[in-house]
């Protein structure tokens, strides 16, 4: 299929919306009609032709209007990237693994020719045409991270591996459900989960961990991750939170299918090569409620989920205080028919 890009904005007039497609691919995050936090890793391996589990990076309709939000949060706040200096190499390691993976993903999108050390990098819908030296920082406008995260949907925290933990020592975050690089740059993995409830006493983070120090070169993983946001925004920051979390009280039961979004992240590990760092990409899908109940199964399965779950979940997900509406307009779309298992339509 030839992806028809869109132009639609996800601040001020809020354009963003989803075609049949791209509801129809959208990742659901609720396997059955209830949900606890939990590790649910799985390899991410190609999976369902057409779906967001079919290539290693998701290239959608989104993708121009993403990468246009990303340069503008730069601009306005330029500490969204950082790297520390020894992370450099793996900033040249994650640069390589999204040219190649596009580039063999998407040849008609994106093309990359290698002779050695000179490189030429080509994306046609942002209209790059980059030769540069690999390994050689001064022959590209950016540092090789963010260059190649400029181009790409998503976050990425890229983390170093020492002592038997991870630490969050690069990334470009633009896109994150509240939480901060500039605040957690330098943590350690449990220092920055310290805010999720239920998951440190159930032992979920110490599980985690140790499968994430264990994920081996050519074997990413791959899990979903969700929360709730008023407005299609992709910056849900805390530095920004002035702006965006006053937008939760305008949320009512007559603008509730076009405002009240389910903010869906597919989170990917993968090993890089030379400097033995685990990045962990974080793309953030969004969908309309009046999207999500279009599909019979999901509008059920959302009523049923965000009813039963628990206090400190809502709260923490941050629409505790929406949630009595959000269920009271969800359980218009919720007969009592059973659900069959798994994420997709049926």
Known sequence: MTIQFKDETFRDDYTFKNSEWAVNRFPFPFHEDSYMYSVNMEPHQSFRPGSVFEHRFDVDEHYLSEMRDRAQVLAEDPLRCQSLPHMTLAGWDLLELIMVSKSEDYPDLFQLNRDDNNWHWINKPMGIDQKFTFLDEATLPYGPMEYITRQTQGDFAVLDQRDDNLWMDAGMITTQADWSLDFD????????????PKAHELGIFVRALKFLLNVQQGLPARRLNWTMTVNPLLDTSPE?????GVQKQELTL??????????????????????NALVFPIRCYLIKLGEVVTVPKWGRRLHRVLRDLPEELATYKGFIGN?????????????GAPTSPGIWPD
């Open 323 to 335: 949630r009595p509406k959000i269920i009271e307009w969800l359980s218009r779309y919720d007969d």
């Open 254 to 275: 007559e603008n509730m299918p076009d405002k009240m979004h389910l903010r869906v992240e597919l989170q990917t590990f993968f090993r890089l090569p030379r400097s």
């Open 185 to 196: 740059i330098g943590m350690n993995f449990f220092e920055w989960h310290a805010p999720v």
């Open 240 to 244: 920004n939170y002035s702006k965006w």
